[in-house]
């Protein structure tokens, strides 16, 4: 297991956090904000690997459970899908939880329409994304049916429900998390869209201080 401590000297009962990155992002997509993080904590940032959502889920899951004590779990996207997911079914293991640019259920018709345009872009376009093409739409289209509605009202942690201003296709479903999550706050950064973790590091960083040090 590899994993960053921000001071070397700070004991083992530290804070632990799991940065999860979203699709045709990696790992390395949470260093800026990270290094505006303030606060000593222990910090992991996973590389997802996975053809289908039900093993890249297995493989998040087990790498959680490898980690010793509670967690706080950040994730963008399809991270915070797994997140959500993980919550969900190890609330004992969950300490907080941050969805940013969140969805609990699958828009189907987005993913299918998504999909269409994957099948005609170039082979290269999906290599930062460390997926093949053809388990990038594998990816997606096992995630069609995908909804955790009826689950929402067991997630008790604290929660910060984070969405870009400009991120439209994301608000909806930003305010029905915040609304379904009975300990859940929520924050719209201001000139950001999707990827806030890339578009506006330092001030998603601030918010994750304020978060954390209430909780």
């Known amino acids: 297991m590899v994993y960053k401590i921000k001071n070397e000297r700070l004991r083992d009962n530290m804070m632990q956090y799991i940065f999860i990155n979203g699709l045709g992002q990696s790992a390395s997509s949470w260093d800026k904000t990270i290094s505006f993080i303030s606060k000593p904590a222990r910090i992991f940032q996973p590389d997802l690997k996975g053809s289908t959502y039900a093993s890249l889920y297995q493989s998040f899951s087990d790498y959680c459970n490898d980690i010793p004590g509670t967690l706080n779990?950040?994730?963008?996207s399809l991270g915070a899908i797994l997140a959500l997911n993980y919550a969900v079914e190890n609330p004992e293991k969950v300490q907080s939880l941050v969805l940013i640019a969140a969805q609990y259920k699958m828009p189907?018709?987005?993913?299918k329409f998504q999909n269409i345009i994957f099948r005609f872009m170039p082979?290269?376009?999906f290599k930062e994304s460390g997926f093949?093409?053809?388990d990038f739409i594998k990816l997606t289209?096992?995630?069609i049916d995908l909804d955790f509605s009826k689950k929402l009202k067991d997630i008790s942690c604290p929660t910060l429900i984070i969405c870009g201003e400009k991120d439209n296709e994301n608000k909806k479903a930003a305010e029905n998390l915040f609304e379904g999550i009975s300990n859940a706050k929520i924050h719209f950064v201001e000139n950001a869209g999707h990827e806030v973790n890339i578009e506006a590091p330092e001030k998603l960083a601030t918010i994750?201080?304020?978060?954390w040090l209430e909780n």
């Open 108 to 111: 189907k018709v987005l993913l």
């Open 141 to 143: 289209n096992s995630m």
């Open 73 to 76: 779990l950040c994730g963008l």
């Open 208 to 211: 994750f201080d304020a978060f």
């Open 132 to 134: 093949q093409k053809r």
């Open 123 to 125: 082979k290269s376009s």
